[in-house]
Nanobody, 124 residues
Framework: QVQLVESGGGLVQAGGSLRLSCAASGRTFGSYVMGWFRQAPGKEREFVAAITWYGDRLAYADSVKGRFTISRDNAKNTVALQMNSLKAEDTAIYYC?????????????????WGRGTQVTVSS
């Protein structure tokens, strides 16, 4: 079993930055894809970013390209999401997820383990 714990959420003004972190424990971090998703009130959970084991392949939702950066530290079993130029529409609960497969994927059904989420609120 894998446990994922997110941290770093909070309240920030529009245009500001936040850095989310996710710590993985339990089974193995392995050669798995790690991803970030978010869910705003009344909306479905949506893909934000993903990164392969070696960090050689990254994927971002169009809405966050150029503003968010995903990274991982395999030695520390962590994955981070640096969020810059935040907008009110970025307000959501952000979830860390792990895919037990080495290929990039973007759907919630493609990821096997999930954290409980961390709230990000951007005030306009």
């Amino acid at each position: 079993q894998v446990q994922l714990v997110e941290s770093g959420g909070g309240l920030v003004q529009a245009g500001g930055s936040l850095r989310l972190s996710c710590a993985a424990s339990g089974r193995t971090f392995g050669s798995y894809v790690m991803g970030w998703f978010r869910q705003a009130p009344g909306k479905e959970r949506e893909f934000v970013a993903a990164i392969t084991w070696y960090g050689d392949r990254l994927a971002y939702a169009d809405s966050v390209k150029g503003r968010f950066t995903i990274s991982r530290d395999n030695a520390k079993n962590t994955v981070a999401l640096q969020m810059n130029s935040l907008k009110a529409e970025d307000t959501a609960i952000y979830y860390c997820a792990q895919r037990v497969n080495s290929g990039l994927a973007f759907g919630t059904a493609d990821f096997n383990y999930w954290g409980r989420g961390t709230q990000v609120t951007v005030s306009s």
